[in-house]
């Protein structure tokens, strides 16, 4: 049993509805976000819902609710499943227009949707062992800093990986690192950590800013500037990080082994940070 949350009621998630002619399911018109709780507490809750109304004020999508609201629905549909550990799912569409047109209708009401799953982050078995990933060309749109539901690319770019059996797929643009297809790219050199600045090419991850934190605040070395193809192909250790994965080693991209083909010191040491940091945030509340 799922409770979700559509346009102000609570409903099973098997009875949720919503027409056809919204703009979600006709352009991809809309903003998400994806939210962890920890035992129960949300994890970076205002970081998540600054993130989103810096989206909707992008694609100048009104946004349908206060700060104080949002975070009354997200804590609400928390406290209405039943798993300790949850991934909140939210998303805003432009709403329902009468006729299809492209450029946005006047006075349409925002689609407002939550729904929240148990959440499996990786095991300790997989994070000791490692995952594999492919590369691609990085052939998404040039605002990829906005996080919208016009998803499409990245389930393409997902799926080249997915039917190699691997875990995640490594974009370059140009040269150069951007993230993954669902996921920020950290690298490792001379244990030196390294990340690509936020741009418009890549999503500002909520994790990438956890990790930098960790990073600055227990002395990890580590620089923020472009990171080069070749930096990746020679990297010590290569790390995925997101909402759902935390930290997590890649240790095989395009099937060769990245530095030793097991995760490395750097890895273990921030992963072990991370979930100190988890717990920490827990017992503040969240
Ligand atoms: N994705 N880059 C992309 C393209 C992403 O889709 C994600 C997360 C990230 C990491 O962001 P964060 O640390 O804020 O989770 C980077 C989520 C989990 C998703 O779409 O399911």
Known sequence: MSVCY???????????????????????????????????KVFRLDEHLRRLENTLSNLGLPNPMSREAWRDVVRSI??????????????????????????????????VFLMSEALTTPSDEVRA??????????FRWLRCDLKTVSLLAN??????AAEQGC?????????????????????????VL???PKSHLMLPGITYDVVL???????????????????????DELWMTSSTKEVLPITRLDGRPV??????????????WYQEFKQEVMRRGG
Request: hydrophobic residues 40%; contains cysteine.
């Open 78 to 111: 928390v406290a209405r499943n039943p798993w300790p550990d949850q991934s909140i799912y939210l998303q805003v569409t432009r709403g329902v227009a009468e006729v299809r047109t492209h450029a946005y209708p006047a006075e349409v009401t925002p689609t």
């Open 167 to 191: 875990m995640e797929t490594v974009l370059f643009r140009d040269g150069f690192l951007t993230e993954g297809a669902a996921s920020s790219i950290f690298v490792v050199h001379d244990g």
């Open 194 to 196: 390294r990340v690509p």
């Open 6 to 40: 559509l346009n102000g009621d609570w409903m099973e998630l098997s009875e949720a509805r919503i027409s056809p002619m919204d703009r979600g399911f006709l352009f991809g018109d809309g903003a998400y976000e994806v939210l962890p709780a920890y035992s129960g």
């Open 155 to 160: 389930c393409m770019l997902k799926q080249l």
């Open 129 to 138: 062992e490692g995952v594999s990933a492919v590369s691609s060309a990085d």
């Open 213 to 235: 934190e960790l990073a600055r605040d227990r002395g990890m070395p580590c620089q923020v500037r472009e990171v080069l193809e070749e930096e990746v192909r020679a990297a």
């Open 259 to 272: 530095g030793k083909g097991k995760p490395g010191p750097m890895a273990a040491q921030m992963g072990e």
